[in-house]
């Protein structure tokens, strides 16, 4: 990449939206709560939405609520240039998640305009509907809808827990789009993301160049035990279903950590346990459970091994254990032409990179199964999110943002 | 105690008032959901009053919504005999559980209508208000605010889940008393419950003679980790919350079972967690636990080698574990002449018996630290309880109730 564009992005703009971002759902202790559909989600949608026709771009809403915005292009038969991530959040959630890259996409458009710049082909900002999963799950909704993973009246029918649908909160909104927005319109997507983990920071590198996913299996275990008095009952005749359950923590928590060195992760992430009284003993528990591993072969091993572990948990918890669901996600690489526009736009710009597997779920690897895509990471502080205390500075995100800017310019100027 | 009665209680009326109660807040597995201060136990209330009314007691109703029931002594100034036990239930209760208590009191004054006995001493049945703490903790507040172990604007305050609180529902469903019912009006307590343990049954045995309690310490173990995203965050920078909290189950679990030949038993039996929510690590959970054992110094050991384990369980989980509050009762024998009136009824009567201490807690171990106190174990199936399948037959529970009365007809015709 010797045709190096001398554009760069406005920081003090970019980072001026990220703070008016970080107002609309700010919890106490300076985070986010930006629950997908909750009124604060439509307030910044609205404001992006301002800000996108302020940019001069076309809005199209879809029928899950993904938001397009499209800046056009000098040829606009051709395939569009897709640039986003999401603008909900988690319950305790932070300020650059997700926020980040549906942001630095709009700083793009705002600086081509400033420097009169048409690309070849249309640019689309994009922000995907309940990436999170933290208030209807699964996550990563929007983006699955898109790619025709999932359908729509699948979405619709997810309830949150006050047993609100999807559909109803979307449609109570106004976010129910009606415009059909095909993944055939489009040639590539750019997502730019915080890395959530600390290998950026702790090894000085400005730019994660994301060659592929992490292997992901979910499983939500169910323990069965029985219920009774917790005075009279003996321990011999007892099957407390939470004694399975931390047994079943443990061994988790092991597979991971004999994996640890090699990029392996496990946890037990949620819990919901019955009768959950004081004076009766539990009798029903069930857990969802994550195990990743950069290696999709690994990750399948891990699982493995938790089923084989099942029967001596067993014994030893005296209560029933299976797994009730399961589901997989990542274990692919991404576009070789995408990643190397990043590799190279990276080196033009001298910043030192590091390439790297994304280990948390992101839009990008349900559309990687339909369209050329990329991912950028940049460095947060202590590698948090998902936490109220997630952090960057300009500094640390500034080398993204001109990468990004520099990858998608390449991408929507080349031919064909 | 040569002067055996010849009456016997009318044991198909009792059976007939006990299956009617068991129709109100019946489930579908064919146990009871009659929480305290619910609608069905308001109609459970007011059927008992009517019973009560109907066999031509008094009733009153205490500021904690307690109802006793008293039929009139020949001498009315000598101090009354109580007979009862509780109406509400678990959330997946059983049909016996405090009710036979309450019912065979009523079949007492019944039987004495029947024969035209009146007994020297004035006999009052009384229904404790929200003893199983199923709904509005802690247990057994009626006793213990009859007992003035606890202020009556505390028990006001208490909330359900629903933040209701303790007071405004004993408002609402009108049984907010203004009887002053004090405990100096009272000569001694009798409570007849099923043993919610499978020792009578398995030894062949129709009558407990309960002794004394169980001691027991209750305590809420906090667990903190700290959060993040259950993909980047690698294995060494995890604090998992739930990983703590399983090391804690297991350690509880292990050392009920290393004194379970004495009768020790120990129980995780609720857990709370946050964020509880897929894709963040857990940080923070408290879980309600429980220990008991017949002899009173070895509970406070069992208790004492919980916390000199938590230095282990917090290195191993990398988690901060602390004790955040505790509780204990029980541990006390009931009053010699009122265990001794039960033990000579069920000889008189020809009955076999098992000396026992309660496992379980009961208002009757409130009131002996206040009255002389004694309880009655009638068998039950299985030894199940706070359990839909708890169930018992007339057989299991005849020479119970005919121990009672015996008992409580002794102790209402002594002298002084």
């Not at 990329?374 to 500034?398: K, Q, R, W």
Request: charged share 25%; net charge negative.
């Amino acid at each position: 990449m010797n045709r190096l564009s001398n554009i760069r992005p406005n920081m003090s703009r970019l980072w001026a939206s990220l703070m008016r971002s970080a107002e609309i759902g700010k919890t106490a202790k300076g985070g986010l709560r930006r629950l997908a559909l909750s009124e604060d989600d439509a307030v910044m949608r609205h404001e992006f939405i301002r800000w996108c026709e302020e940019a001069g771009c076309d809005v199209r809403i879809d029928a899950i609520g993904n938001i397009f915005a499209t800046r056009k292009g000098a040829e606009p038969d051709t395939k569009s240039v897709l640039v986003g991530s999401h603008l909900d959040t988690q319950v305790h959630g932070g300020r650059f998640d997700g926020i980040l890259g549906v942001l630095a996409g709009l700083e793009l458009v705002r600086t081509l305009n400033d420097h009169g710049i048409v690309t070849k082909r249309p640019i689309t900002l994009v922000n995907w509907t309940n990436e999170e999963g933290a208030r209807f799950e699964p996550p990563m909704i929007g983006s699955a809808v898109f790619t025709r993973q999932k359908a729509v009246e699948f979405a619709y029918s997810r309830l949150d827990r006050d047993g609100l649908s999807l559909g109803d909160e979307l449609a109570r909104i106004g976010f129910k789009g009606t415009d059909a927005v095909s993944a055939d319109r489009f040639d590539s997507l750019f997502e730019l993301h915080i890395e959530q983990g600390p290998r950026l920071e702790a090894e000085g590198k400005q730019v994660g160049i994301v060659t592929g996913a992490f292997g992901v299996r979910g499983f939500v275990v169910e323990v069965l035990g029985e219920t009774g008095h917790v005075g009279p009952t003996p321990m011999p005749a007892r099957k407390n279903a939470l004694v399975g359950a931390a047994e079943v923590t443990l061994a988790i928590n092991e597979i991971g950590w004999s994996r640890h060195e090699t990029g392996g992760k496990s946890t037990t992430m949620r819990i919901r346990t019955e009768p959950n009284l004081l004076g009766a003993i539990p009798d029903h528990v069930e857990m969802t459970c994550d195990m990743r591993h950069p290696d999709e072969s690994v990750v399948i091993a891990m699982l493995e091994e938790f089923k084989a572990r099942l029967p001596a948990l067993q014994e030893r918890s005296r209560c029933e254990i299976s797994i009730k669901e399961s589901w997989s996600y990542g274990g692919m690489r991404f576009d070789a032409g995408c990643v190397d526009l990043v590799r190279q736009s990276a080196e033009a710009l001298r910043y030192s990179t590091m390439e790297m597997l994304t280990e948390a779920g992101h839009d990008a690897m349900h559309v990687a199964e339909y369209l050329p895509t990329a991912m950028i990471f940049t460095p947060c502080e202590d590698g948090l999110s998902h936490n109220e205390a997630e952090n960057v500075t300009i500094a640390d995100i500034e080398p993204g943002v001109n990468v990004l800017m520099q990858a998608v310019l390449e991408r929507a100027n080349r031919s064909g």
